[in-house]
């Protein structure tokens, strides 16, 4: 997974790669920590399901230019839409 500012790479409901020119969007908590969204939808999903993909399902990272985390998610509905979060703590940031 990867993230930037013109839209994300990310996973499909099929679990080949996908890239999105979706919306991006960084919001930054209290703590410090970010989290990176992207939103995107004609995202292949034949499952006939919604699905969702993080680390411990892939054992993938996400990357931005914050470097790589494991703390992330992407949900793929049965229409296509999709959204991928990305959590960077403020030790990396």
Request: proline fraction near 3%; aromatic fraction near 8%.
């Amino acid at each position: 997974m990867h993230i930037s500012p013109d839209g994300c790479g990310i996973l499909d409901g099929n679990v080949d790669s996908f890239i999105a020119n979706g919306s991006t969007k960084g919001v930054q908590a209290p703590d410090g920590s970010w989290m990176l969204f992207c939103k995107a939808s004609g995202v292949p999903n034949d499952t006939g399901g919604s699905v969702i993909w993080n680390y411990g399902n892939t054992g993938l990272t996400c990357g931005s230019e914050f470097g790589a985390t494991a703390d992330w998610q992407i949900t793929v509905s049965k229409s296509g839409r999709a959204t991928l979060s990305c959590r960077f703590d403020a030790t990396v940031v």
